[in-house]
């Protein structure tokens, strides 16, 4: 069973770094790409980053590029997510997921966490 | 700007059919975009329903189903049941790694 669990939410004053934590199991880690995916509260969904299975390949929404490190742990199956100069517009409950393949087709996502709430506030 | 668009509500009778959609502001939907579609319940984690425009994810019922309609991709749920109110997003591959959520439809059952 594939299970992906976040961690690392909370309140964060504005300006102010976190790093959110996934940790995989029941599949093989290396072998799928990584991504995660941001609510803030009452909206859509919003893709933010991707990592490929091998860690070389890595990409970002425009609203989170240059402020945002996607990354991934092998040797702990845990992904992470670098925030840095978090804004109030950050606030979000953020889900990690499985994506087949980081490009064309398989590039969906697949299984999803429960999701970790970041708070941006002063 | 592109922008993914969705009906931002719709609403099914019990056992009805109905079709959401899934756009682009300009230009077509296509399965170059590999469309997917998700739905997501208040208080809990999306579900992968469809991807690559018409597969169906492990353990989805085929009374949803996919498709190509016109310029737009689509989301048909027949036999609507109460427990499919929820929010449904399409996600779009937007190339160079990126993908794009449409802004979701809340579905209601009644």
């Known amino acids: 069973e594939v299970l992906l669990l976040e961690s690392g939410g909370g309140l964060v004053q504005p300006g102010g770094s976190l790093r959110l934590s996934c940790a995989a199991s029941?599949?093989?880690?290396?072998?799928?790409?990584m991504s995660w995916v941001r609510q803030a509260p009452g909206k859509g969904l919003e893709w933010v980053s991707v990592?490929?299975?091998?860690?070389?390949?890595?990409f970002y929404a425009d609203s989170v590029r240059g402020r945002f490190t996607i990354s991934r742990d092998y040797s702990k199956n845990t992904l992470y997510l670098q925030m840095n100069s978090l804004r109030v517009e950050d606030t979000a409950i953020y889900y990690c997921?499985?994506?087949?393949?980081?490009?064309?087709?398989?590039?969906?996502?697949?299984?999803w966490g429960q999701g970790t709430l970041v708070t941006v506030s002063s | 700007q592109t922008v993914v668009t969705q009906e931002p509500s719709f609403s099914v009778s019990p056992g009805g059919t109905v079709t959401l959609t899934c756009g682009l502001n300009?230009?077509?939907?296509?399965?170059?975009?590999?469309p997917s579609w998700y739905q997501q319940t208040p208080g809990q984690a999306p579900r992968t329903l469809i991807y690559?425009?018409?597969t169906r994810s492990s353990g989805v019922p085929d009374r949803f189903s996919g498709s190509i309609l016109g310029n737009k991709a689509a989301l048909t749920i027949t036999g609507a049941q109460a427990d499919d109110e929820s929010d449904y997003y399409c996600?779009?591959?937007?190339?160079?790694?990126?993908?794009?959520f449409g802004g979701g439809t809340k579905l209601t059952v009644l």
């Open positions: 990592i490929s299975g091998s860690g070389g390949n890595t």
């Open positions: 997921a499985t994506k087949t393949a980081v490009y064309g087709s398989g590039s969906h996502f697949d299984f």
């Open positions: 690559s425009t018409n």
């Open positions: 300009s230009g077509s939907v296509s399965t170059s975009y590999y």
């Open positions: 029941g599949f093989t880690f290396s072998n799928y790409a």
């Open positions: 996600v779009l591959y937007m190339g160079s790694g990126t993908s794009m």
